[in-house]
């Protein structure tokens, strides 16, 4: 690991619910992204990834302990720009076509408008997207829609990139193509990378292996922790 971290859990606890019927998602975790890293997530469903995930991103709190991102800043400061997400399904806006999807979070972050289309159509170059650029999004397959969101993130030059099941609802060859386009993007920007996933070819393509199993975190060597 290298310079100061990413995105830290301490002591880090999530429970769904209240009572009897509360559910404790993730407890005890303490982890830390730091520059340059690639981390595979690994674990069944249900064990505590995508709420990992979502707590490392500041898309939520945790009930107890704490999350930070020392060399960000705070929660207010991770999005649009440090910290970029890409989810299982690409949430591109259907109204918007593909450079518009890309050009937005670039607008929002106060970025003029020439520069971000330029920004954009370069993003959507390096992954052999440019041709799709006046599409909408309901003319791409699942593939060519989840890789427009990577242009999106690539775009925004992210320190972070946090990925929650990328490839779950596409078939092998798409899923290749996605994950390809992720490392591309990490590597073209120098981002730290993190990839929820099952599938095991994916994770060793990642050089650090986290396991969840019922909440509880544990990190393969080299840890980042």
């Known amino acids: 690991m290298t310079g100061t971290a990413l995105a830290r859990a301490t002591q880090v606890a999530r429970t769904f619910g209240t009572g009897p019927a509360a559910i404790v998602a993730?407890?005890?975790i303490n982890c830390s992204i730091h520059p340059g890293e690639r981390i595979a997530l690994m674990g069944p469903s249900g064990s505590g990834k995508?709420?990992?995930?979502?707590?490392?991103?500041?898309?939520d709190r945790p009930t107890t302990g704490t999350v930070d991102w020392p060399s960000i800043g705070t929660i207010d400061q991770l999005r649009p720009g440090p910290v970029a997400v890409v989810f299982q399904?690409?949430?591109?806006?259907?109204?918007?076509?593909?450079?518009?999807?890309?050009?937005?979070?670039?607008?929002?972050?106060?970025?003029?408008?020439?520069?971000?289309?330029?920004?954009?159509?370069?993003?959507l170059t390096r992954l052999d997207l440019d041709g799709l650029a006046d599409k909408l999004p309901e003319e791409l397959s699942g593939g060519q829609a989840q890789r427009v969101a990577i242009a999106r993130v690539l775009a925004g030059r992210p320190q972070l990139i946090l990925a929650d099941e990328p490839t779950g609802q596409l078939d092998h060859r798409s899923g290749?193509?996605?994950?390809?386009?992720?490392?591309?993007?990490?590597?073209?920007?120098?981002?730290?990378?993190?990839?929820?996933?099952?599938?095991?070819?994916?994770?060793?393509?990642l050089d650090i292996r986290w396991?969840?199993?019922?909440?509880?975190?544990?990190?393969?060597?080299?840890?980042?922790?």
């Open 89 to 123: 399904a690409p949430s591109l806006l259907p109204p918007l076509d593909v450079v518009e999807n890309v050009v937005l979070p670039l607008l929002l972050a106060g970025t003029d408008r020439h520069t971000a289309d330029a920004d954009a159509r370069r993003a």
């Open 26 to 28: 993730v407890h005890d």
């Open 211 to 225: 396991s969840m199993t019922n909440g509880t975190l544990t990190i393969s060597e080299p840890t980042p922790c």
């Open 176 to 205: 290749a193509a996605v994950i390809d386009a992720l490392v591309a993007a990490a590597h073209h920007t120098g981002a730290a990378l993190v990839v929820n996933t099952h599938d095991p070819a994916i994770a060793e393509r």
């Open 50 to 59: 995508t709420t990992l995930v979502h707590l490392l991103a500041g898309l």
